[in-house]
């Protein structure tokens, strides 16, 4: 099945991706995922041992503490799926909905994926290896939501169903292939597929096996070789299928000093557990996007650096144009913070003038990125530089100080007593389509962030992220 699979989506892929880039040039985006024309930095990955699960389980739905591993450009969630269990890493997404994974040993077909070529991460999924497995039908919700458009019945009409078992929910036929759409234009192409999903309780011991969890099961992709959680608030995502979104979810993101780390995780909490004990966290309201309601946003008012405030925050970035444009994305997909011009140039002036290092203008032209200085280095070790503080503040009276490293960060070792450091933020893509700006997860490090579905809202609170993996039992000395 996976062989004949993969030529037929390879074939499909090339269909879609002439197709989805005359859609998006004529203004008709897939409802289904945001299209920012962002991307993920250039990773160097190893790949994390699975961790190994007792025989106990739990009867019911209950709280989850999964580890998160840090790589390069994000962090990793391992999903055990099928009969028996299969291992396979994906990232962890937040402005996404599908869950899917690479399906085929050596059938699996990633173009335009060169940079992961000599890359071992990769894990995939064996159907024909689970006694569990089976592909979703055209009765499902689940299939009607992947294949949303103006009329979600069409593609299960060419796939035989009559109208009669549509109104009714009961048509049996398989699920059509789906086509899923990325940022930068990444592209998947798949089955629906079910099978049993395993998950870990708040006590490392204890696991629970969950049937019937839908997931893309996928041939062919687009720049995209790596698996997806989709953490989004559609009913294809890992958090509505969990039962989660009446509660919430929180994480504490490693630094990226962690990355390839197999000694520490950072904790990804689900259910009571995430959004109770909140005391010390700020919350800033969640935005309801008219245009992406499935996903997550936020206000922002105003970024100081140092003791300085910005330049005036354009209206765009706290709230929503009359076509849904506009807000502020938070989302664990995208690496780096991403703003509006001319907002962006305001704050790289600001920080200029802050900041009396020598340019590493050589380093610019090279990473891409817009602010490089070299730094002294006594006895060639980094130390805490005077860079000045970034505070981002977020609708109802939220200030989030930045950790240092979570702006400027170290391109590479020190030589001869200097080295240097570059801003990661990035300008946001020159679009009036999509948010206004995106808060990425690596300005998300070492601060805990509660998505309180319940009440939306979501929460910021510094924290040693390393400190909080250790105190749950995911660091191991």
């Known amino acids: 099945m996976a062989t004949s699979y993969s030529t037929t989506a390879t074939i499909l892929l090339l269909l879609i991706v002439f197709f989805s880039f005359n859609q998006i040039r004529a203004g008709n985006i897939n409802p289904n995922s945001v299209v920012l024309g962002l991307k993920?930095?250039?990773?160097?990955?190893?790949?994390p041992k699975p961790s190994k699960y007792s025989r106990k389980r739990v009867s019911q739905a209950s709280d989850m503490l999964e580890p998160l591993?840090?790589?390069?450009?994000?962090?990793?969630?391992?999903?055990?799926?099928?009969?028996?269990?299969q291992v396979i890493q994906v990232y962890m997404d937040t402005g996404s909905d599908l869950t899917w994974v690479p399906c085929g040993n050596?059938?699996?077909?990633?173009?335009?994926?060169?940079?992961?070529?000599?890359?071992?991460?990769?894990?995939?999924?064996?159907?024909?290896?689970?006694?569990?497995?089976?592909?979703?039908?055209?009765?499902?919700?689940?299939?009607?939501?992947?294949?949303?458009?103006?009329?979600?019945?069409?593609?299960c009409i060419e796939a035989g169903c009559s109208l009669s078992s549509l109104l009714k929910a009961t048509c049996s036929r398989p699920c059509p292939y789906f086509a899923y759409s990325y940022g930068e234009g990444g592209l998947v192409t798949g089955i629906l597929t079910r099978d049993t999903l395993r998950v870990h309780g708040i006590s490392p011991d204890i696991t629970k096996d969950l049937p019937r969890f839908s997931f893309g099961c996928v041939g062919s992709t687009y720049r995209e070789p790596i698996g997806i959680a989709g953490f989004g608030r559609g009913v294809l995502s890992f958090p509505s299928q969990l039962g989660f979104l009446q509660k919430g979810f929180s994480h504490c993101f490693l630094a990226?000093?962690?990355?390839?780390?197999?000694?520490i995780s950072s904790p990804l909490f689900m259910g009571d557990v995430a959004v109770s004990s909140n005391d010390n966290i700020q919350f800033t309201p969640m935005l309801k996007s008219p245009m992406f309601p499935n996903y997550y946003y936020i206000g922002l008012e105003a970024i100081t650096v140092g003791n300085v405030s910005s330049a005036q925050v354009p209206l765009n970035l706290?709230?929503?144009?009359?076509?849904?444009?506009?807000?502020m994305l938070i989302d664990s997909g995208t690496t780096y913070t991403h703003l509006p011009e001319p907002f962006y140039s305001q704050l790289l002036s600001m920080l200029q003038s802050a900041i009396t290092y020598p340019r590493a203008t050589d380093v610019e032209t090279r990473t891409g990125f817009d602010l490089c200085y070299r730094v002294p280095c006594p006895n060639n070790r980094f130390t805490n530089d005077p860079f000045p503080s970034i505070t981002f503040h977020f609708l109802n009276?939220?200030?989030?100080?930045?950790?240092?490293?979570?702006?400027?960060?170290?391109?590479?070792?020190?030589?001869?007593?200097?080295?240097?450091?570059?801003?990661?933020?990035?300008?946001?893509?020159?679009?009036?389509?999509?948010?206004?700006?995106?808060?990425?997860n690596f300005q998300q490090q070492n601060v805990k962030v509660v998505y309180d579905l319940e009440k939306e809202r979501i929460g910021f609170q510094p924290m040693d992220c390393a400190a909080a993996a250790a105190s749950q039992g995911l660091h191991k000395k």
């Open 40 to 47: 993920r930095s250039s990773p160097t990955f190893t790949i």
């Open 69 to 85: 591993r840090a790589v390069r450009d994000g962090y990793l969630l391992t999903l055990n799926i099928g009969t028996p269990a």
């Open 106 to 155: 050596l059938s699996f077909d990633c173009l335009d994926c060169d940079d992961f070529r000599n890359n071992k991460l990769i894990g995939t999924f064996s159907p024909s290896f689970s006694s569990s497995t089976f592909r979703d039908t055209c009765g499902s919700s689940f299939c009607i939501d992947i294949h949303s458009s103006d009329n979600s019945f069409d593609t």
């Open 256 to 263: 990226f000093k962690y990355a390839n780390n197999q000694n």
């Open 318 to 327: 706290r709230e929503f144009d009359s076509q849904g444009n506009g807000g």
């Open 397 to 440: 009276n939220v200030s989030l100080v930045l950790p240092q490293a979570n702006y400027f960060y170290a391109m590479s070792a020190p030589s001869n007593s200097t080295g240097v450091k570059c801003l990661l933020f990035q300008s946001m893509d020159d679009s009036n389509y999509g948010p206004a700006g995106v808060f990425g």
